[in-house]
């Protein structure tokens, strides 16, 4: 019970930050990628490359992953700075 309390605490976070860094993403399908990854990326994938992470998601093929990670345009600085804000704010730091 604790777990599953736990387990839907950390989901409702991540859902927070996506939204968060979602903006960064000017069209839905990016911010779903990127949705998509980081959750393969947290998740209990064994090998954390494009076809298992995409297999995670519940994609047919790692393309599309590929594609937000190599062609897609977003800005990453402003993403990276949206995440330290973000840990700022939780940690207390300034």
């Known amino acids: 019970m604790l777990n599953d309390l736990l387990a ?4 409702q976070e991540l859902d927070e930050l996506l939204l968060r860094i979602g903006s960064r993403f000017g ?15 947290l998740g209990p994938v064994g090998r954390k490359n494009s076809r298992q992470l ?3 998601a519940g994609h047919t093929a790692p393309h599309r992953l590929q594609h937000l990670l190599a062609g ?3 800005n990453a600085d402003q993403v ?9 704010e939780r940690l207390g730091v300034l």
């Open 72 to 74: 897609a345009r977003w």
């Open 80 to 88: 990276r700075d949206d995440l330290q804000a973000y840990a700022a």
């Open 8 to 11: 839907e605490a950390w989901d």
């Open 54 to 56: 995409a297999e995670y």
């Open 27 to 41: 069209r839905v399908e990016p911010r779903r990628r990127m949705r998509d990854y980081a959750r393969g990326l």
